[in-house]
């Protein structure tokens, strides 16, 4: 299956990359099998998130994963992003191989932990 033109313009122009000043959560999940890494800055007013960025260490559909994850979920409240599935996510980058499903799951696992973080209180500790 080759990448779609959705998919190749996130790689060549990723949307909400870097880090995020005053996140109210960060949360950061690795793949252990391929070692892929995803990191989620989250800014959230009123229970809708105002702004997301990522940090993708892997494979490029990680970095597009999080890069359309960021689009999907901002101006969002907290209840519908966590809504957001790994299927959703992969018809946003136009689709992905079998084999990288797992830069979506990754992504939705990292959104869920950012989540769970919050609301067990905790705080972003090394965020610029």
């Known amino acids: 299956m080759p990448y779609s033109q959705i998919f190749k313009d996130h790689l060549q122009n990723p949307r909400n990359g870097g880090?995020?000043?005053?996140?109210?959560?960060?949360?950061?999940?690795?793949?252990?099998?391929?070692?892929?890494?995803?990191?989620?800055?989250?800014?959230?007013?009123?229970?809708?998130?105002?702004?997301?960025?990522?940090?993708?260490?892997?494979?490029?559909?990680?970095?597009?994963?999080?890069?359309?994850?960021?689009?999907?979920?901002?101006?969002?409240?907290?209840?519908?992003?966590?809504?957001?599935?790994?299927k959703q996510l992969v018809e946003a980058v136009g689709g992905l191989p079998l084999r990288k499903q797992h830069a979506a799951a990754l992504a939705i696992e990292t959104l869920r932990s950012a989540m769970e973080k919050r609301k067990s209180g905790g705080k972003p500790t090394d965020v610029a």
């Open 19 to 86: 880090e995020l000043k005053g996140a109210d959560v960060v949360g950061e999940e690795t793949n252990p099998v391929c070692g892929d890494r995803l990191r989620l800055a989250l800014k959230i007013n009123d229970e809708t998130i105002e702004a997301a960025r990522f940090l993708a260490y892997g494979c490029p559909p990680v970095l597009v994963c999080g890069s359309a994850l960021t689009e999907l979920i901002e101006g969002k409240t907290t209840e519908e992003a966590l809504l957001v599935t790994r």
